[in-house]
């Protein structure tokens, strides 16, 4: 009987440790919405929202909360980032989208665990170079600034897979591109570029690739070294070919080529047997091009 009733206990015991573990385990970090509530407790914030507060300045004390994950600053009135936010070490998240930042603090740049950075909508024409050190960055959101050229830092974010400059002013897009091996996804739609510079097309883990409404009238002739690249979006550009490299896309299932100057089907676009849509509407090519071009892909939604 004692035997028994040992076994029972030790059951019991498991059984509680692990509910408890569970609890744990499921138990959501508090999000805290006041800088005085956070105060109260310091080391327990993990996520501070001080979204839409009207906030014209970052108070020194954000910085000072050790334990500190992830910032959310969206829709405020901020100038600038202080200094003083470099001190919060843990930090993995800001978003500072749609403020008024025309400047960044080069010391941010010793946020060494930081993976995403939203600065949509904002003033910003420059990055410090400094924030080339950020090498855990995964994630950088810059849609709708003033860049009018891409920041040089670029190139030391080594670990960047989702890229954003869509909505500036760039008429080029030099950079280092081949040392983003990681890159994902770059979104470089709504800007006045016209020419892709031939490393582009060397990152060889792109799998979609946004370039709407820019002014280009032709792509690299080594864009079939783009072999992770699933999507392509090329509307409302001033093509009127494409590079015979592009019957090497074997993975690409989606190209948007609505909207610019083809006046005939591209012979490369015959190889893409594995494309599930391609929109030409908007150019002027002849219907019995499209009917052959519909015979050659049978399985491609093609939208003419």
Known sequence: ????????????????????????????????????????????????????????????SVGLLPNLESLNLMKNKLQTLPESLAKAKKLKEINADQNQLNSLAPALAKL?????????????????????Q????Q?????????????ACLSGLTNLKNLSLAENKLTQVTLDWPKLKQLKWLHLGLNQISQLPDNICMLKSLEVLLLDNNQLQELPGDMGQLQSLNTLILNNNLLSGLPASFAELNKLETLILTHNNF??????????????????????????????????????????
């Open 112 to 132: 060494k665990n930081l993976q995403q950075f939203q600065l949509k909508k904002n003033k910003l024409s420059k990055l410090p170079e400094s924030f080339s």
């Open 1 to 60: 009987m004692r035997t028994i009733f040992i076994v029972l206990s030790i059951l019991i015991g498991a059984s509680n440790t692990l509910l408890a573990q569970q609890k744990t385990a499921n138990t959501k970090p508090r999000v805290y919405y006041y800088l005085q509530e956070a105060w109260a407790e310091p080391k327990e914030v993990k996520i501070l929202n001080l979204r839409n507060t009207q906030l014209q300045t970052l108070s020194d």
């Open 134 to 137: 950020l090498k855990k960055l």
């Open 263 to 304: 006046s005939t089907v591209p012979e490369s676009l015959y190889a893409l047997k594995q494309l599930k849509v391609l929109s030409l509407l908007g150019n002027p090519i002849p219907a019995t091009e499209i009917e052959t071009l519909k015979k050659a892909l049978p399985t491609t939604d093609i939208r003419y």
């Open 139 to 151: 994630t950088l959101e810059l849609a709708n600034n003033q860049f009018e050229s891409l920041p």
